[in-house]
């Protein structure tokens, strides 16, 4: 789901647009010069490597918190290694930023991999000797969500500089379909392995590790360093400013960040009722939004995804959250999160196709690191919103409260017409079709410099 929906869609200019207007590809032709985008050896080894990279980090999300509980008996030491591994990894988006534009994204993903191989490793020694402390394990989880931030990043950066420009949403949709397939996997084979003893997870992952290193190691030295001035605040400052300059942008970003609050703290709802339910009903509830985002994802892969995806999600949500609310049942909460997953996925395909189309290569990686700190920030703020809707309102007046903030904020938007005119939701009449407006058509911003 949009969800984590780490934080894409056909909208890259055409010769029947003006140089400010997109409009939306077919991503079911996906072939340039007669090359499919499977058989293009470079993006077929990233998306293998980035595949095996999430897996492993979705496998210790779970291992990390898991292995504190085994060896203080205390839930709070738990809940710290998750706070660990969740929010030092948000706050590194930014830095991460900056970092991949001085390195080539490639050599940004390796020295991430090689990194979190070389943790795990530790860990997996350290219990093997029964010297592991919390400390150390504290530490590792750190290392691996600002290492995760690094190289979700650099492949945000560098898919663009692997296909075409007509390629770019049929790659970006595949690129999704793993982020899903690890949210699917990832958690249940966490636990699946920690059964089999407390180092097997970490032993598992230095393999996942090191082919995930291998595969991008075989790719070609794709992507470019940059030059950049020493002053990273100023860099920084830039991508706020580049963002602020596409309405699209950064009415989509507010959009993520809110439907991502508001998911996962139904989430944080369901789970804190979910005392009588059997693990197996927990864990699909949970797994549905891989599920709804997997098929969102092959979705992608068929059609052409309009422009105007964030205004579908948001309306999605408002459904699926009313679903949720009205049920009261886990069934209900199940389709509540294959639905948002589902249409958060075609969201994301169209939000990180317009940043990949619309930004200039140099600056991708700092756009994006911004955009990514403030839709993954809302998810860790989920959590407690969640906790205390619940203290305070009880499980099913929570749900509802849920639902109605969704629904102002969906009518809000919707009566707004600049923020309808952003978001592509008003069509242009030219061949019946939609597009998006230039930024100084929309009443915001300025248009960008070329």
């Known amino acids: 789901m949009a969800s984590e929906t780490q934080t894409v869609v056909s909208c890259v200019p055409t010769p029947e647009t003006s140089s400010g207007d997109i409009k939306a590809l077919e991503p079911a032709r996906g072939r340039k010069h007669g090359v499919r985008i499977r058989d293009v050896k470079d993006f077929r080894r990233l998306w293998t490597g980035s595949a095996l990279s999430m897996i492993a980090f979705r496998t210790l999300g779970v291992s990390y918190p898991l292995i504190a509980l085994a060896i203080t008996d205390s839930p709070a030491a738990a809940g710290w290694v998750g706070f660990a591994w969740t929010v030092p990894g948000v706050l590194f988006y930014i830095p991460a930023g900056t970092l991949i534009g001085r390195l080539k994204p490639r050599s940004a993903m390796l020295c991430a991999e090689a990194v979190r191989g070389t943790t795990v490793i530790s860990v997996f020694a350290a219990l093997s000797l029964g010297s592991l402390s919390m400390a150390h394990l504290t530490a590792a989880a750190v290392v691996e969500g600002a290492m995760w931030a690094l190289h979700s990043l ?4 560098l898919i ?20 899903h397939i690890a949210v699917m ?35 070609d030295d794709k992507g470019t360093r940059y030059r950049h001035g020493p002053n990273i605040l100023m860099e920084i400052t830039d991508g706020v400013r580049i963002l602020s300059r596409h309405p699209f942008l950064y009415i989509s970003m507010a959009l993520i960040a809110t439907t991502n609050l508001m998911i996962n703290a139904l989430i944080m ?19 549905a939004g891989g599920l709804g985002g997997l098929l969102g994802s092959f979705m992608a892969l068929r059609i052409a ?11 999605a949500w408002v459904v699926a959250l009313l679903i949720a ?14 639905l948002t997953g589902f249409f958060g996925a075609l969201n994301n395909v169209t939000v990180r196709t317009f940043e990949a189309d619309r930004i200039a290569p140099r600056k991708l990686a700092r756009v994006a690191s911004v955009s990514r700190l403030v839709t993954r920030g809302s998810i860790a703020a ?69």
């Not at 369901?270 to 005392?275: D, K, M, N, P």
């Not at 995804?305 to 309306?315: D, E, I, N």
């Open 154 to 157: 650099a492949e945000t950066t």
């Open 269 to 287: 709802v369901f789970l804190t009722g979910s005392a009588g339910l059997s693990p197996f009903a927990v864990g699909s509830v949970l797994a």
């Open 305 to 315: 995804v309009p422009p105007y995806m964030p205004f579908v999600q948001m309306w």
């Open 382 to 450: 989920a959590a407690p919103v969640g906790g205390l809707l619940v203290a305070g309102f009880g499980i099913e007046r929570a749900a509802v409260l849920l639902f109605a903030a969704m629904a102002v904020i969906a009518t809000a938007v919707t009566s707004i017409p600049s923020a309808r005119r952003s978001l592509g939701v008003v069509p242009r009449s030219r061949a019946g079709t939609w597009t998006f407006l230039r930024p100084e058509e929309s009443g915001l911003s300025d248009p960008p410099p070329p």
């Open 160 to 179: 663009p500089s692997l296909v075409t420009r007509e390629q770019l949403p049929r790659a970006l949709a595949r690129s999704e379909t793993s982020f």
């Open 185 to 219: 996997t990832g958690r249940p084979l966490g636990g699946l392995l920690l059964g089999l003893g407390q180092a097997v997870p970490f032993a598992v992952n230095t393999v996942l590790f090191a082919l995930s290193f291998g595969s991008l190691l075989r790719m």
């Open 325 to 338: 609310a009205a049920g009261r049942q886990p069934v209900f909460f199940g389709f509540a999160t294959l």
